[in-house]
């Protein structure tokens, strides 16, 4: 079963944002402006990672939402290899591993083989550690990454674009803020939105104590 939480999509047609919601809401509404007034150039993205989204707008609102529709549906996870050539141990839960190549120094193989539970277990193990010490810098990375896309789709050509893409991978959102001031609203607005979680809170120097 799929348990992806269902995106949110925002669609702008120039510089103004025209639908923000769940896809079929975004397609309708899409649909409906291009039917009604087709001369600006309608973007549709995904408003987390600004992933840009093509939609197919032939035919009537029930078309566009049919093919929609279909082509979720076809969106399936990957699952877990259970042919004869991967046979399982007797009596252990399918946990969904996948078995790929690692290239690793002798010196690697043998202290991994050294330790309890065998290689494939102190590998697991290093990961899962590896995420969770890593998951703030993460998220920070693929919120500028979702940022970026997103002003350098919509806002390369507005004035500032240099000084607010240098401060969003300073993490300075005051400077962001001042860099996007003359931006479209609606544009600026977005681009805030994204880079809230983008922007890195840095301690202040510590102040020496006076004499």
């Known amino acids: 079963m799929n348990t992806n939480p269902q ?10 944002r025209i639908a923000l919601g769940p ?21 549709i993205f995904d408003a987390v990672t600004s992933a840009p989204v093509e939609l197919d707008l032939r035919g009537s609102v029930s078309a566009v939402l049919d093919r929609l529709s279909h082509a979720q549906g076809n969106q399936t996870e990957p699952v877990a290899d259970t ?35 065998g290689a494939s277990v102190a590998l697991r193990k290093l990961v899962e550690q590896a995420m969770r010490a890593n998951r703030q810098d993460d998220q920070v990375r693929q919120a500028r990454e979702a940022a970026y896309r997103f002003m350098n789709a919509m806002a390369g050509n507005e004035p500032g674009f ?16 001042q860099a996007v001031a003359k931006w479209p609203a609606d544009v600026r607005q977005h681009t805030l939105t994204l880079t809230e979680t983008a922007a890195v809170t840095r301690p202040k120097p510590e102040t020496a104590p006076a004499d």
Do not use: N
């Open 83 to 117: 042919s004869a050539s991967a046979p399982r141990t007797a009596g252990r839960p399918k946990l969904g591993v996948t078995a790929r190549e690692v290239t690793l120094l002798p010196r690697h193989w043998e202290w991994l083989t050294s330790q309890p539970g």
């Open 7 to 16: 995106p949110t999509w925002i669609a702008f047609a120039g510089a103004k």
């Open 162 to 177: 240099e000084e607010a893409i240098r401060a969003l991978f300073a993490g300075d959102q005051d400077r962001l803020h």
């Open 23 to 43: 896809p079929r809401d975004v397609a309708a509404k899409v649909k409906s402006f291009v039917d009604t007034d087709s001369q600006d150039i309608v973007l």
